[in-house]
């Protein structure tokens, strides 16, 4: 019962993630209400996006120049690798300010069940970006840091990576530490309501207090 | 530390309801995995959206037309009128296919807290097209039925509307009925968490079984 324009804006919305037909009605009514500068504003960059947003050639993070701002920020330890599996991930650790060093964006993970295999994200050039780094002189590379989510398909891609990096290792016969985000609790965590596989690796996992 | 295009994607999307910032930069990204073609389309669609969008001259639902498809539609009773808040309320009643009469869109409710005043919503055109069914003579008004939402100021709001209505009966020496939503338990409540006013609603207006 929308008219035509507003119905198509509505349908296109309900295509996004978590948004239902209801809630797309909702959105698509409230654009009508915001001033018209803003929504042809808005239509260009949505129209240019694709053309815009390029990816990282070193990190494979979004950007729009050849290599992102974290690669070009040269007080950032270019020694020190995060793997993500997303942009997203990327914005996360960015907003937290707790890592001084680059990132690896992979673009998925390895799912055999929705037929994403090793060659269709970005391992491959992970790879050639460790054996860049080992070879040259005047870079240092200390730490591979395996960030991607920890579910089932995140830890099998983080293996399956390990795995590649320590035939690099052995092959070059160089050294530095690959190593995994830790499992535990959350904070401000209640233990009776954690569930019982967090609880495990959090008491496996206990530090020195 | 999204791109230029993307972020101001994301910070647009932020505006809109029930969208905080990171499902803003989740939707963005989203997007940009969509087809280029789909993408121009509906950047062409929020581009004219409000250039296309019209109100109808009669209901002041949303239409492209000069007036909307229900009140063209020739075989819906065009003497029995709801009286809604919001064209999205139209949808609610299309969608359950429960009514077969047609529609007046108020655009907002009476508000005073926001200061919204009866003349800042269409109330006057519902009064000047019901002294105009009621003094045409091939249509015949046969009931108002007030849909504001049943909270404080839907229930002022159709309170005022009625009382207009009831001085053009007087003046017009017309009769036809002015009625109201009914309050009651939502299908299938539980009782034992249904709220005191309902529950109070619910007893005053018991029906024969």
Chains 1, 2 share one sequence.
């Not at 690959?178 to 904070?187: E, F, K, N, S, V």
Request: glycine fraction near 4%; charged fraction near 30%; charge should be positive.
């Amino acid at each position: 019962m929308l008219p035509g324009n507003l119905k198509k804006i509505s349908l296109f919305l309900e295509r996004l993630p978590g948004i239902g037909e209801k809630t797309a009605n909702r959105l698509a009514f409230f654009l009508l209400k915001l001033p018209e500068k803003d929504l042809e504003e808005f239509a260009f960059n949505i129209a240019n996006l694709k053309k815009k947003t390029k990816m990282c050639k070193n990190c494979f993070n979004l950007t729009e120049e050849e290599t992102c701002l974290i690669c070009q920020d040269k007080r950032r330890d270019q020694g020190l690798i995060v793997v993500v599996e997303s942009p997203l991930d990327v914005i996360s650790f960015e907003t937290a300010n707790i890592f001084q060093g680059v990132y690896h964006v992979l673009h998925g993970r390895i799912d055999p069940l929705n037929r994403v295999g090793p060659e269709d994200i970005k391992i491959k050039e992970l790879l050639e970006r460790v054996e860049r780094l080992v070879t040259s002189s005047d870079k240092f590379l200390k730490e591979i840091i395996l960030a991607t989510n920890l579910d089932m398909e995140g830890e099998a891609t983080a293996l399956y990576i390990k795995n590649k990096i320590e035939e690099i290792k052995k092959k070059k016969n160089v050294n530095f530490e690959i190593t995994r985000l830790a499992y535990g609790l959350p904070m401000g965590a209640n233990l009776e309501y954690a569930d019982y596989m967090t609880l495990k690796k959090a008491l496996e996992n206990r530090i020195r207090f």
